[in-house]
Nanobody, 129 residues
Framework: QVQLVESGGGSVQPGGSLRLSCTAS????????VGWFRQAPGKEREGVSC????????YDLDSVKGRFTISRDNAKNTVYLQMNRLEPEDTGVYYC??????????????????????WGQGTQVTVSS
């Protein structure tokens, strides 16, 4: 089972950009689908973007389509979330999580139902003027 570490969070003004990274500190992500999830203050956690292990398929939450891009570099054992045109509503703790391909029915299911077997500790993103 992989162990995940997130980085890249911070504070930005509305309209700004951040790139989050999710790296496996133990194990390899080669056979894992990976997702980014977030929890805003006072709200339930939600799935933001999910990516398949090797064929590049992705799924994005409607509210981030056209602004966020999930990608991966398996050679670096890392999954990224490029976040552009950030809005105050994007504020929250962002977690990455992974599950093996054989457990995944669809990426939408992984994101919507937050199905994963390994979770990182989270990184804070704050969007404020």
């Amino acid at each position: 089972q992989v162990q995940l570490v997130e980085s890249g969070g911070g504070s930005v003004q509305p309209g700004g950009s951040l790139r989050l990274s999710c790296t496996a500190s133990i194990g390899t992500l080669d056979y894992y689908a990976v997702g980014w999830f977030r929890q805003a203050p006072g709200k339930e956690r939600e799935g933001v973007s999910c990516i398949s292990s090797s064929d590049g398929r992705t799924y994005d939450l409607d509210s981030v389509k056209g602004r966020f891009t999930i990608s991966r570099d398996n050679a670096k054992n890392t999954v990224y979330l490029q976040m552009n045109r950030l809005e105050p509503e994007d504020t929250g703790v962002y977690y990455c999580a992974a599950d093996v391909d054989s457990h995944i029915t669809t990426l939408q299911t992984m994101c919507d139902q937050q199905r994963a077997i390994s979770w990182g500790q989270g990184t804070q993103v704050t969007v404020s003027s």
